[in-house]
């Protein structure tokens, strides 16, 4: 093996190793910043890139903006956080949170580029550096919105290289397709996870103001209420510290949405409340995999997870059991409400398969179970009974008795 293929899959080797990492730096962080902060850091250094910025999308006044939440630059000291920008189509970053597509410049002293540069032009002379290429990368979450933009400039030969205007035009070479995929892949990862961490500080707020109204209500037992809330709390905390999300999916794993729901039975309990739990089976997924290839029943598997998400309530839960069965637990709701939650995944269901080009329909099974405070039900008769009812839907649709 020559010097050139062994130091190529040397690379490889070290973006690989560099991913994971990443993965498991941001799956234990809480603090949006921070997982900004690791992100940003980490796509300079497997793109070799000079600077880059992140930016979230957020709205006043009936208009959406881009906040400059983190920004670095390995040669230049400055500080824009807090500026920002439309989201429209005069800047590269906001046409790219305007449309989701991703942009590559490799030279942008070319007259026949389709967008102004004159932010890039204004950092150049206050900074006395030149920007001569820049990727930009749309954050898109499981619903498909874009919630901010991560753009990076000056992919050099070498990260170790500091960058002025005189070394930038033989030091900077071109973005790739390559590194498109790899930011694509980061900025996903952090998507999904800052999704997941709005969603766990409004189940946050939900159970302080449960506590606060147990209080008011027993006062007698103030004491006690107050333990029991300040326990739910902390292992709420402690959840969502290390929660772990399925890979395929985005969705919670079994074992955390287990562990949401055995806190769900308990919230129940102490606020005398019904909730629902759904077992849910997609139909036909091996004869998917065995016919159109394991990718396409990934595919199917991520769109079934996503209506669900669609349809059912922030705070309610959705969670990957395994292999092609879901659970949804649907709070402060009895069967009828469960079953108008159905008919609307179903019609989701419906019109996907009406509009779609695939040679396969989508059809999901299901079953559910309604926890009443009074009959004291376990986890295992809830997902039990549920996973009954839902073969009893399957053997339906086959035409089975």
Do not use: C
């Not at 103030?222 to 300040?230: K, T």
């Not at 772990?244 to 985005?250: E, I, M, R, S």
């Not at 419906?350 to 779609?356: C, H, I, K, R, V």
């Amino acid at each position: 093996m020559n010097n050139d293929a062994q130091s190529e899959i040397n690379r490889l080797k070290d973006i690989i190793k560099a991913l994971n990492n990443i993965g498991i730096l941001i799956i234990k962080q809480k603090d949006i910043d921070e997982i900004l902060k690791i992100i940003l850091n980490e796509s300079l250094n497997i793109t070799s890139s000079d600077g880059g910025t992140i930016y979230l999308v957020e709205e006043e006044n009936k208009k959406k903006y881009l906040k400059i939440k983190h920004s670095m630059n390995r040669s230049v000291n400055f500080n824009f956080i807090g500026e920002r920008i439309l989201v429209d189509e005069n800047s590269i970053a906001g046409y790219v949170a305007l449309t989701g597509s991703p942009v590559i410049i490799n030279n942008l002293d070319k007259k026949n580029n389709n967008f102004s540069f004159h932010q890039y032009k204004d950092f150049d002379e206050r900074l006395n550096y030149k920007t001569v290429n820049l990727m930009t990368i749309p954050m898109v979450d499981l619903r498909g919105n874009v919630i901010g933009v991560l753009q990076i400039i000056n992919k050099k030969v070498d990260n170790t290289i500091t960058l002025d205007k005189n070394t930038v035009s033989k030091f900077v070479i071109d973005f790739t397709d390559d590194d498109k995929e790899l930011i694509i892949n980061l900025s996903s990862q952090a998507a999904i996870l800052i999704e997941r961490l709005l969603l766990y500080d409004k189940i946050e707020k939900n159970t302080a103001n449960t506590r606060h109204a147990l209080v008011s209500i027993f006062n007698s037992m103030r004491q006690v209420i107050a333990n029991l809330s300040e326990d739910l709390l902390i292992e709420q905390e402690e959840f969502k510290r290390y929660a772990t999300l399925d890979a395929l999916t985005g969705l919670l794993t079994r074992s955390e949405g287990l562990s949401m729901l055995e806190k769900q039975i308990q919230l129940a309990k102490i606020n005398d409340i019904h909730f629902v739990v759904g077992f849910l089976d997609v139909n036909n997924l091996k004869t998917v995999n065995d016919t159109y290839g394991h990718q396409e029943g990934d595919e199917m598997l991520k769109i079934v997870s996503k209506i669900l998400q669609e349809v059912v309530r922030s705070y309610d839960i959705v969670f990957r059991y395994g292999g092609d069965e879901f659970v949804i637990i649907l709070h402060k709701a009895t069967l009828n409400e469960a079953n108008i939650v159905w008919n609307r995944i179903q019609n989701k269901i419906n019109d996907f398969n009406s509009s779609t080009s695939k040679p396969y329909k989508i059809s999901v099974s299901h079953g559910f179970s309604e926890f009443d405070p009074a009959s004291n039900l376990s986890l295992d008769e809830l997902i039990k009974i549920a996973d009954e009812e839902m073969y009893k839907d399957k053997r339906k649709q086959k035409g089975l008795s």
